[in-house]
């Protein structure tokens, strides 16, 4: 019961998160040009800054590595997944290239990390091993194919070369 708990108090939290950036939305606080910053802090500070504390009194255990390929070639299924969708689709471009992109990369990594570490706190292996299997066994893929896809499909305005 006491997980369950956790849970919905973790949950809780987030959709209290979410409520309150609507609101400040709706009042005029928050404008369309700051969800740029937002998303560069999530991604560049608070993200970065919660991996590095939780590797930080770690040792790497190389099984690690077995399951991120996993990971990978998962990841690269789900690619070919979510372009065959859109081709049965007939999908445009703007279309075809989130498609894609949702299919091969989405991932409960970020959300799904501080959840483990709230429902398991005193498994600390549990939130080494989302960390280590999602970092090595997606980011190498969004950084490099995921953004080949992004700027291939929705870049209208550029030349294929440029592509």
């Known amino acids: 019961m006491e997980i369950?708990?956790?849970a919905f108090t973790s949950i809780g939290v987030l959709l209290m998160l979410i409520a309150g950036v609507m609101l400040l939305k709706r009042i005029g606080t928050l404008r369309k040009e700051h969800g740029q910053m937002c998303s560069a802090l999530i991604v560049n500070v608070t993200l970065p800054a919660?991996?590095?504390?939780?590797?930080?009194?770690?040792?790497?255990?190389?099984?690690y590595a077995g399951m991120s390929?996993?990971?990978?070639g998962t990841n690269v299924a789900c690619l070919g997944l979510g372009w065959s969708i859109a081709r049965a689709f007939r999908l445009d471009g703007p279309?075809?290239?989130?498609?894609?992109?949702?299919?091969?990369?989405s991932s409960s990594s970020v959300l799904g990390v501080a959840l483990i570490g709230e429902?398991?706190?005193?498994?600390?292996?549990?939130?080494v091993e989302a960390v280590i299997i999602g970092?090595?066994?997606m980011a190498p893929l969004v950084i490099t194919v995921g953004t080949m896809i992004a700027l291939?499909?929705?870049?209208?305005?550029?030349?294929?070369k440029e592509r």
């Open 69 to 72: 390929f996993v990971l990978l």
């Open 135 to 137: 970092s090595l066994g």
């Open 152 to 160: 291939y499909y929705g870049a209208r305005e550029l030349t294929k």
């Open 4 to 6: 369950l708990l956790r």
């Open 95 to 105: 279309r075809t290239g989130p498609v894609i992109l949702a299919t091969g990369f």
């Open 119 to 127: 429902l398991f706190p005193a498994s600390r292996e549990l939130v």
């Open 50 to 63: 919660l991996i590095f504390v939780t590797l930080l009194h770690t040792d790497f255990d190389w099984g």
